[in-house]
């Protein structure tokens, strides 16, 4: 790729569904990982499927071989699919759910997957810049929901020089529905723009 994006922004390529390359200095995210194409079934659990209604913009096999982690929000065949979970490196970190955790580094062999809970935050540093994760709350479909699908999480990303003030805040959703806990995060995070 090329120069790293200038000091207090970044550069987000949107590939797909929740599928984001998030470029900020010399720091490299991928959220969501779906690299299914057009037409393709990802299974979501208890016998549901989705299908894949456009190409994503790029192939696992283009990402930056420097990935410095995964950010992902549940386990679920749209937001991690089978194309992802054969093409993506075993060694490379992946913040997500402590039930998403579980499941890749048993059933996967993601070995470096790290299991946040609600307001947990995960610290990842290169060079003079650092990003701070913190899960976020997150509700995955209306009330009662949740018992046919994944645990989910937000993630705020905070950008920065290591020991500094973060310069950059990004709030990624996942599959996150509007309900009362998100108000908790306004008030955590008051410096975030609340339309």
Same mark, same amino acid.
């Given at each position: 790729? !090329?120069?790293?994006? @200038?000091?207090? +922004?970044?550069? #987000?390529?949107?590939?797909?569904?929740?599928?984001?390359? #998030?470029?900020?200095?010399?720091?490299? %995210?991928?959220?969501?990982?779906?690299? %299914?194409?057009?037409?393709?079934?990802?299974?979501?659990?208890?016998?549901?499927?989705?299908?894949?209604?456009?190409?994503?913009?790029?192939?696992?096999?283009?990402?930056?071989?420097?990935?410095?982690?995964?950010?992902?929000?549940?386990?679920?065949?749209?937001?991690?699919?089978?194309?992802?979970?054969?093409?993506?490196?075993?060694?490379?970190?992946?913040?997500?759910? !402590?039930?998403?955790?579980?499941?890749?580094?048993?059933?996967?062999?993601?070995?470096?997957?790290?299991? %946040?809970?609600?307001? $947990?935050?995960?610290?990842?540093?290169?060079?003079?810049? $650092? *990003?701070? *994760?913190?899960? %976020?709350?997150?509700?995955?479909?209306?009330?009662?929901? $949740? *018992? +046919?699908? @994944? !645990?989910?999480?937000?993630?705020?990303?905070?950008?920065?020089?290591?020991?500094?003030? !973060?310069?950059?805040?990004?709030?990624?959703?996942?599959?996150?529905?509007? +309900?009362?806990?998100?108000?908790?995060?306004?008030?955590? +995070?008051?410096?975030?723009?609340?339309?």
């Amino acid at each position: 790729m !090329p120069d790293h994006p @200038p000091d207090g +922004f970044a550069e #987000i390529l949107f590939i797909g569904n929740a599928t984001l390359l #998030i470029r900020y200095g010399p720091l490299t %995210l991928l959220t969501d990982p779906n690299f %299914l194409h057009r037409g393709s079934f990802a299974y979501l659990g208890n016998g549901l499927f989705s299908r894949r209604l456009t190409e994503p913009a790029v192939g696992v096999g283009d990402l930056p071989s420097d990935l410095d982690a995964v950010v992902l929000s549940h386990l679920h065949g749209d937001h991690w699919d089978r194309v992802a979970r054969r093409g993506l490196d075993r060694g490379v970190p992946i913040i997500t759910t !402590p039930h998403a955790s579980r499941r890749l580094q048993g059933l996967h062999g993601f070995t470096r997957a790290v299991g %946040l809970r609600t307001w $947990q935050s995960e610290l990842l540093t290169r060079d003079t810049t $650092q *990003v701070r *994760v913190t899960a %976020l709350p997150g509700r995955h479909g209306p009330r009662g929901a $949740q *018992v +046919f699908l @994944p !645990p989910v999480m937000g993630s705020l990303l905070e950008f920065g020089a290591v020991g500094a003030a !973060p310069a950059l805040r990004v709030y990624v959703t996942g599959d996150t529905t509007v +309900f009362p806990g998100i108000a908790e995060i306004a008030r955590r +995070f008051p410096a975030l723009h609340w339309p």
